[in-house]
Nanobody, 121 residues
């Protein structure tokens, strides 16, 4: 069973940067729409950024101008570049993607296990 794997989280000071990556755990046929969500303690999971197969993007107002979502279709990997990080960005970040495991398989939705981002001095 394929899984989504996030990486790149960690501890960073306010104003710092991190880049998150999201990729499938094994070879897949295609990755379609992808989104990053985050969930802070005691809060609901919220959409941070999304990208379509063609590269169209959408961002939460709270991260516009600071975060950039991008994709490398050859590597079937999606990235979230996070700049000018603030303490309120602290959360577990989750990748959500639509994948086709093979040419003949159906499109299915997958979640990653999450990666912790902590912004603190």
């Amino acid at each position: 069973q394929v899984q989504l794997v996030e990486s790149g989280g960690g501890l960073v000071q306010p104003g710092g940067s991190l880049r998150l990556s999201c990729a499938a755990s094994r070879t897949i046929f295609s990755i379609n729409a992808v989104a990053w969500y985050r969930q802070a303690p005691g809060k609901q999971r919220e959409l941070v950024a999304a990208i379509t197969p063609g590269g169209g993007t959408n961002y939460a107002d709270s991260v516009k101008g600071r975060f950039t979502i991008s994709r490398d279709n050859a590597k079937k990997t999606v990235y979230l570049q996070m700049n000018s990080l603030k303490p309120e960005d602290t959360a577990v970040y989750y990748c959500n993607a639509e994948l086709k495991q093979s040419l003949m398989s159906s499109l299915r939705n997958y979640w990653g296990q999450g990666t912790q981002v902590t912004v603190s001095s």
